[in-house]
Protein backbone atom coordinates (compact mmCIF):
# COMPACT_ATOMS: atom_id res chain seq x y z
CA UNK A 1 0.00 0.00 0.00
CA UNK A 2 2.89 2.32 0.69
CA UNK A 3 4.31 1.73 -2.79
CA UNK A 4 1.23 2.86 -4.42
CA UNK A 5 0.57 5.88 -2.41
CA UNK A 6 3.99 7.29 -3.38
CA UNK A 7 2.89 6.74 -7.09
CA UNK A 8 -0.40 8.01 -6.36
CA UNK A 9 1.41 11.11 -4.40
CA UNK A 10 3.96 11.57 -7.21
CA UNK A 11 1.24 11.72 -10.01
CA UNK A 12 -0.98 13.97 -8.45
CA UNK A 13 1.27 16.36 -6.69
CA UNK A 14 0.51 19.72 -7.24
CA UNK A 15 -2.80 19.03 -9.41
CA UNK A 16 -5.41 20.72 -6.87
CA UNK A 17 -5.03 21.71 -3.12
CA UNK A 18 -8.07 19.92 -2.10
CA UNK A 19 -6.26 17.05 -3.85
CA UNK A 20 -2.79 17.68 -2.26
CA UNK A 21 -4.86 17.61 1.11
CA UNK A 22 -6.55 14.56 0.74
CA UNK A 23 -3.66 12.85 -0.23
CA UNK A 24 -1.88 13.82 2.52
CA UNK A 25 -4.65 12.91 5.10
CA UNK A 26 -4.27 9.43 3.20
CA UNK A 27 -0.63 8.94 3.84
CA UNK A 28 -1.08 10.30 7.24
CA UNK A 29 -4.17 7.66 7.85
CA UNK A 30 -1.63 4.48 6.44
CA UNK A 31 0.85 5.59 8.95
CA UNK A 32 -1.16 5.41 11.70
CA UNK A 33 -2.91 2.47 10.47
CA UNK A 34 0.30 0.54 9.88
CA UNK A 35 1.41 1.65 14.02
CA UNK A 36 -1.84 0.35 15.08
CA UNK A 37 -1.73 -2.98 12.89
CA UNK A 38 1.90 -4.11 13.34
CA UNK A 39 2.66 -3.37 17.05
CA UNK A 40 2.19 -7.37 18.33
CA UNK A 41 3.44 -6.23 22.26
CA UNK A 42 0.75 -4.33 23.34
CA UNK A 43 -2.83 -3.44 22.69
CA UNK A 44 -3.04 0.39 21.76
CA UNK A 45 -4.82 2.95 24.52
CA UNK A 46 -7.82 4.14 23.86
CA UNK A 47 -6.76 7.77 23.09
CA UNK A 48 -4.40 6.14 20.46
CA UNK A 49 -7.80 4.55 19.16
CA UNK A 50 -9.87 7.44 19.37
CA UNK A 51 -7.11 9.08 17.70
CA UNK A 52 -7.23 7.10 14.76
CA UNK A 53 -10.45 6.62 14.21
CA UNK A 54 -11.04 10.49 14.21
CA UNK A 55 -8.63 10.15 11.62
CA UNK A 56 -10.67 7.41 9.83
CA UNK A 57 -13.74 9.33 9.90
CA UNK A 58 -12.12 12.63 8.77
CA UNK A 59 -10.83 10.91 5.90
CA UNK A 60 -13.86 8.94 4.79
CA UNK A 61 -15.58 12.61 5.16
CA UNK A 62 -12.82 14.34 3.04
CA UNK A 63 -13.46 11.85 -0.05
CA UNK A 64 -17.45 12.14 0.49
CA UNK A 65 -17.53 15.70 0.93
CA UNK A 66 -14.85 17.31 -1.24
CA UNK A 67 -13.09 14.85 -3.61
CA UNK A 68 -15.93 12.94 -5.59
CA UNK A 69 -17.66 16.09 -5.85
CA UNK A 70 -15.14 17.71 -7.18
CA UNK A 71 -13.99 14.81 -9.45
CA UNK A 72 -18.19 14.38 -11.10
CA UNK A 73 -18.51 18.05 -11.41
CA UNK A 74 -14.99 18.34 -13.51
CA UNK A 75 -16.04 14.86 -15.33
CA UNK A 76 -19.41 15.88 -16.15
CA UNK A 77 -17.83 19.42 -17.20
CA UNK A 78 -15.86 18.00 -19.87
CA UNK A 79 -17.74 14.68 -20.65
CA UNK A 80 -21.27 15.81 -19.58
CA UNK A 81 -21.66 12.24 -17.92
CA UNK A 82 -20.79 10.95 -14.88
CA UNK A 83 -22.89 7.70 -15.09
CA UNK A 84 -19.89 5.76 -14.98
CA UNK A 85 -18.53 6.72 -12.11
CA UNK A 86 -22.02 6.75 -10.39
CA UNK A 87 -22.64 3.40 -10.98
CA UNK A 88 -19.23 1.43 -11.23
CA UNK A 89 -16.81 3.09 -8.56
CA UNK A 90 -19.59 4.70 -6.02
CA UNK A 91 -21.81 2.09 -4.92
CA UNK A 92 -18.48 0.54 -3.97
CA UNK A 93 -17.01 3.68 -2.12
CA UNK A 94 -20.50 3.89 -0.05
CA UNK A 95 -20.15 0.15 0.97
CA UNK A 96 -16.40 0.66 1.84
CA UNK A 97 -17.43 3.98 3.63
CA UNK A 98 -20.05 1.69 6.24
CA UNK A 99 -17.77 -0.67 6.77
CA UNK A 100 -14.84 1.94 7.46
CA UNK A 101 -17.37 3.83 9.89
CA UNK A 102 -18.48 0.51 11.78
CA UNK A 103 -14.72 0.25 12.53
CA UNK A 104 -15.18 3.55 14.27
CA UNK A 105 -18.20 2.98 15.89
CA UNK A 106 -16.77 -0.18 17.29
CA UNK A 107 -13.56 0.91 18.52
CA UNK A 108 -14.81 4.02 19.93
CA UNK A 109 -14.92 3.52 23.62
CA UNK A 110 -14.07 0.07 23.58
CA UNK A 111 -14.94 -2.07 25.96
CA UNK A 112 -11.95 -5.39 26.82
CA UNK A 113 -13.88 -8.03 25.25
CA UNK A 114 -14.60 -5.60 22.11
CA UNK A 115 -10.04 -5.01 21.96
CA UNK A 116 -10.08 -8.98 21.46
CA UNK A 117 -11.11 -8.42 18.24
CA UNK A 118 -8.61 -5.56 17.40
CA UNK A 119 -6.69 -7.47 15.28
CA UNK A 120 -8.75 -9.34 13.20
CA UNK A 121 -11.03 -6.17 12.89
CA UNK A 122 -7.60 -4.16 11.73
CA UNK A 123 -6.54 -6.99 9.50
CA UNK A 124 -10.45 -6.40 7.51
CA UNK A 125 -9.77 -2.41 7.91
CA UNK A 126 -6.63 -2.56 6.32
CA UNK A 127 -8.69 -4.45 3.14
CA UNK A 128 -11.27 -2.37 3.27
CA UNK A 129 -8.90 0.61 3.12
CA UNK A 130 -6.35 -0.96 0.18
CA UNK A 131 -10.02 -1.28 -1.61
CA UNK A 132 -10.68 2.87 -1.03
CA UNK A 133 -7.35 3.80 -2.07
CA UNK A 134 -7.70 1.90 -5.65
CA UNK A 135 -11.19 3.25 -6.20
CA UNK A 136 -10.26 6.66 -4.92
CA UNK A 137 -7.24 6.38 -7.56
CA UNK A 138 -9.25 5.00 -10.41
CA UNK A 139 -12.05 8.59 -10.10
CA UNK A 140 -8.65 10.33 -9.70
CA UNK A 141 -7.49 8.94 -12.82
CA UNK A 142 -10.69 10.20 -14.50
CA UNK A 143 -9.86 13.09 -13.16
CA UNK A 144 -6.47 13.04 -14.99
CA UNK A 145 -8.00 12.12 -18.45
CA UNK A 146 -10.58 15.12 -17.49
CA UNK A 147 -7.27 17.72 -17.24
CA UNK A 148 -5.94 16.26 -20.33
CA UNK A 149 -8.87 16.33 -22.75
CA UNK A 150 -9.15 20.15 -21.30
CA UNK A 151 -5.45 20.81 -22.73
CA UNK A 152 -5.85 18.88 -25.47
CA UNK A 153 -3.10 16.25 -25.05
CA UNK A 154 -4.09 12.70 -26.11
CA UNK A 155 -6.13 10.68 -23.47
Not at 18 to 35: K, S
Not at 118 to 147: I, K
Amino acid sequence: MLRKMEQTKAQLAGKHHALDAFINARQNLLVEYIRLSTNKKALPTQAELDEFCGQLVDYVSAGHFEIYDYVVAAFEATRGNSRILAERIYPRIKQNTDEALNFHDKYTQADDDTMMELDRDLNHLGEVLEERFELEDRLVSALDLVDRLDTGQPA
